[in-house]
């Protein structure tokens, strides 16, 4: 039993009136990719920021290699390599001086590997930063927080502004440094594709709590979508192994969690149901934190959340 | 060896890098001593975690398709399974009635399945009656 490299506690936070996050527990071992996912306004980067200590919780504790978030120090920090949404980069130097202003700051930096990425990227040394666009501005902060060799990778969003060559070379470039060092990774993002690639654990935030907290396989695994169209005014099933069930032109899609034989022959005996299959993680995130309809089952959800926190750590 | 996977798919990557392994050798595709790409080559060639690569590989190491020799890499037994014979046609067993299972719900005759059976063993080039224990056949 490894000590998790990141750990919240039944952390709240709310700004003025609006309570951002209502009690976040979740843990990220070593070696893992975790990927937080939400909606926008879900608290994501919320969380990040609390793990770094930009911002205090209310309520709960963060902590990052068992330190508390808000009692970082300078050796913490440099174990640590963070992307932030906005790209914060010094707006008088150039991509050359931001190079080697990171280099001086990290005792195991790459600067092979940092100026080859950014060559592959297209962009220049005597490139000045506020000249950059979004995306390069993206790729520039993503190298420099790689090439760090940090054993903890935290991102928001790294993938938003990049195009789409730019995002898978994006992905090899964690690839690479997952394989060479077993870097622990902490990202949000919208691009489940990308997820699905590189994921291994994923967290659904949803109204400030996590609503999924599960291995990607196990959630693979375990979890069926299928359509239903009832016959003769069947009953819509319902109970410990639907997940939800959402009403389509004719039927109803179901998601299913453990679904067990008897379930299955039910549904088949009362209505047409088509083959059952794992759904992707699009389908899923939609399913579950797409729009209210009639048939939400929240409580369901709590065993995909139970199941890893039983399984996992 | 020949190494694809479908990333949409919603099957686990780890277990697709497993199939795509049995199955090249099912196919005659990939000889056996065989050496298997790294874990960060064939992570990078795929565009997924090194960890699923790492997954795949205990998997197959662990049904007797792979041997990890240390420092060297993975290489391909050769032979089918490692696994008591008893236990490798339970499995079988297992397999076939999935399939049948699926099949029957599909609206397949008995008939049907037979004859699609066959065609997949042809695929493979299966010669009929050939023992079934790689280590006994090889040439």
């Known amino acids: ?313 | 060896m020949l190494i694809r996977i479908d990333a949409t798919s919603a099957e686990p990557l780890f277990e697709q890098v497993v199939f795509a392994v049995k199955s090249a050798v099912a196919r005659g595709a990939a000889e056996p001593g065989e050496k298997l790409p790294s874990v960060r080559e064939l992570a990078r060639d795929l565009g997924i975690n090194p960890n699923t690569v790492v997954r795949a590989y205990e998997v197959l190491e662990r049904d007797g398709v792979i041997v990890r020799r240390q420092g060297a890499g993975c290489f391909l037994t050769g032979s089918g399974s490692d696994l008591a014979a008893t236990e490798r046609r339970r499995q079988l067993q297992e397999l076939l009635l999935r399939a049948a299972t699926e099949a029957f719900h599909l609206g397949f005759t008995a008939a049907d399945i037979e004859k699609a059976l066959r065609q997949c063993l042809d695929q493979l080039e299966f010669a009929p009656n050939e023992a079934k224990d790689p280590k006994e056949k090889k040439a």
Request: charge should be neutral.
């Open chain 1, 1 to 313: 039993m490894n000590d998790p490299v990141v750990a919240f506690a039944g952390v709240q936070r709310w700004f003025g009136p609006h309570v951002v996050l209502r009690g976040l527990d979740f843990r990220v071992a070593k070696g893992q990719v975790y990927a937080l996912l939400g909606r926008n306004g879900a608290g994501k980067s919320t969380a990040l920021r609390i793990l770094l200590g930009f911002l205090a919780p209310h309520r709960g504790r963060a902590t990052v290699f068992g330190v508390d978030s808000t009692s970082l120090g300078p050796s913490e920090r440099a174990r640590i390599g963070y992307v932030g949404e906005e790209h914060r980069l010094y707006p008088t130097m150039t991509v050359g001086g931001a190079v080697a202003f990171e280099r001086g700051t990290r005792p195991g930096f790459r600067s092979d590997f940092a100026q080859a990425v950014l060559q592959r990227a297209g962009l220049r040394q005597n490139q000045l930063v506020p000249r950059l666009s979004r995306g390069q501005r993206a790729t520039l902060s993503l190298v420099l927080a790689v090439a760090g060799q940090p054993d903890l990778l935290v991102c928001d969003d790294p993938a938003l502004g990049l195009d789409v060559v730019m995002r898978r070379e994006f992905l090899d470039v964690l690839i690479d440094l997952l394989a060479d060092t077993g870097c622990t990774v902490l990202f949000s993002s919208h691009f489940l594709a990308d997820v699905e690639r590189i994921a291994d654990h994923v967290g659904f935030l949803h109204d400030g709590a996590l609503v999924v907290d599960a291995p990607l396989a196990e959630i693979q695994q375990r979890v069926l979508r299928t359509t239903w169209s009832p016959r003769g005014g069947a009953a819509v099933p319902s109970g410990p192994h639907v997940l939800r069930a959402t009403p389509r032109l004719s039927g109803h899609e179901l998601l299913l969690l453990d679904a067990p034989p008897a379930l299955l022959a039910q549904l088949r005996a009362t209505g047409d149901l088509l083959p059952p299959a794992p759904p992707s993680l699009e389908e899923l995130f939609v399913g579950l934190l797409g729009p209210e309809r009639p048939g939400i089952l929240a409580e369901p959800m709590d065993s995909l959340r139970a199941a890893s926190a039983a399984g996992g750590s």
